[in-house]
């Protein structure tokens, strides 16, 4: 079964860093874009980075300078390193990825997410 898994989230002070993988498993033939996501409570899912599958990233006026996509495409496997954390960072991080499960079929999935929490 095709899926996404998240880990690497956690509880760090202010300032401190956090590493975060998402793992994509199951019966693939290729994998697109990637992006992270997060949700605080209370509030919409945005966006927070993407990466192409040529190493292209993006990311969100809040992630600039302070965050960095990157992947593996061996191991199927995008990561988000998160430095400078604030408390304004906490939220639930979701992983999607646009993945080939068979000719001509694309689909977007989504990951169950992983909790990062920024005391203060």
């Known amino acids: 079964q095709v899926q996404l898994v998240e880990s690497g989230g956690g509880l760090v002070q202010a300032g401190g860093s956090l590493r975060l993988s998402c793992a994509a498993s199951?019966?693939?033939?290729?994998?697109?874009?990637m992006d992270w996501y997060r949700q605080a409570p209370g509030k919409r899912r945005e966006w927070v980075a993407a990466?192409?599958?040529?190493?292209?990233?993006n990311y969100a006026d809040s992630a600039k300078d302070r965050f960095t996509i990157s992947r593996d495409n061996a191991k199927n496997t995008v990561y988000l390193q998160m430095n400078n954390l604030k408390p304004e960072d906490t939220a639930v991080y979701y992983c999607?990825?646009?993945?080939?499960?068979?000719?001509?079929?694309?689909?977007?999935?989504w990951g169950q997410g992983t909790q990062v929490t920024v005391s203060s």
């Open positions: 999607n990825a646009d993945l080939q499960v068979e000719l001509r079929r694309w689909s977007s999935y």
């Open positions: 199951g019966s693939i033939f290729s994998i697109n874009d």
């Open positions: 990466i192409t599958s040529g190493g292209s990233t």
